[in-house]
């Protein structure tokens, strides 16, 4: 059976650690989009981890991790990843698909470059090469993990990479130029880090399948950083859809059999784009910034102060309809506990009437949160194990976002920890 494991919303909902609580029980997890710009806060017994590229089954020893070929490899990264978690005593199972396809140094400097270029007009990025590295995965000339090993076909590859960046590096940002020899030594110095874990992992999987095997595919980010329909343009380069888990790890569409989408009992948001309940008194945001995950409410990747708001009703319907949901985990439920009233965007005012369908960006940029007020329940609510042990205030919250979402809230999460976890029956 596979599973999807998906964001909901802008991104840090928290679906490492569902990821991991799901993965003691599968056979194999696989990353099947996205790169290192992003992270996942993982806390258990081995300690407290911000994987990045790692998948976050990394920590069950039964359990195989892929990186498959819709990822963006930072192969640099990924080896730093490796080496940091092996000093905590983990040592995972790891395959890399062999179409993967490599994140380079210039990916990095064109995405720092463009930043530069555009200056109050910027995206936000991470400046992790993402936006670069798709665009040449899809002009054809990225490379691809099983050309490392090509040599005569990779320094042709080499040579035609640098007189179409060279002439944007010259004419475009007026930097320094990109030297064939030296990117030619940087790929053999990839295939050497690489080569023990390279795979072909679409045999691999389509085994895994016919044997029956329990198969976790592991999103990046959210339904509203999509390139398609998420807040373009301030959106990621790859699809964060489950859907895209056909494409990016190379599984059958008919296999995918449960979408579980993981949504915040809040909102947050890391970088640019709109986000309408967004708490804007900055006093209001950061207490809840404050009170927020485990460390508060700063990037794993960044370390940037996430920007946050009240949780929005409009967009997470959205998101799980996107996403083909089947089920919906909440978490950071604990993070409200001091609030005395809660806040839930219910609709949007867009030119003085209401609407509750999620819209492209230059209507959402019209858009004006509409607010219910819920009682809090403004006691701490960490160990709680049983839904009937919750107070009456928090089921009522809970059970609101379920009728406005509209699907079935399975599980809430009441700390950072793989144990606090709550079965709604």
Known sequence: MVKAIVGANWGDEGKGKITDMFAQTADIVIRFQGGANAGHTIIN????????????????????????NGVALDINKFCAELESVKKSGINPRL???DRCQILMPYHILLDEYEEERLGKAAFGSTKSGIAPFFSDKFSKIGIQLSELFDE???????????TLKNLTLKYVYNKPLLDENELLETCREYRQKIEPFVCDTHEYIH?????????????QLGTLKDPDFGIYPMVTS????????????????????????????????????????????????QELRVHGGDKGEFGATTGRPRRVGW??????RYGVQCQGATQAVITALDCLSYLDEIKICVAYDLDGRQITDFPTTPTLK?????????????????????????????????????????????MVSNGPEREAIIYKP
Request: proline residues 3%; glycine residues 8%; contains cysteine.
């Open 152 to 162: 005569d076909a990779l320094k042709e590859k080499i040579k035609n990479i640098c």
């Open 366 to 410: 019209k858009c004006k949160p509409v607010l219910k007020t819920m009682k809090g329940w403004h006691c701490d609510i960490k160990g709680i194990r049983n839904y009937a042990d919750l107070p009456q205030e928090t089921r009522d919250y809970i059970e609101f976002i379920e009728s406005q979402i509209g699907i079935k809230v399975s």
């Open 95 to 97: 395959l890399v698909s």
């Open 45 to 68: 017994e081995h300690g407290r981890f911000a994987l990045h590229l790692m998948p976050s089954g990394i920590f069950s020893e039964k359990t195989t991790c892929i990186i498959a």
């Open 207 to 219: 085994r895994a399948l016919a044997e029956g095997k329990e198969i976790l595919l592991e999103g």
């Open 311 to 316: 949780f929005d009703c409009v967009a997470s």
């Open 238 to 285: 790859s699809s964060t859809l489950a859907g895209y888990g056909c494409v990016g790890a190379g599984i059958p569409a008919n296999e995918i059999k449960e979408i579980i989408a993981v949504t915040k009992a809040y909102s947050s948001a890391v970088g640019a784009g709109e986000f309408v309940s967004e708490i804007l008194d900055e006093k209001e945001a």
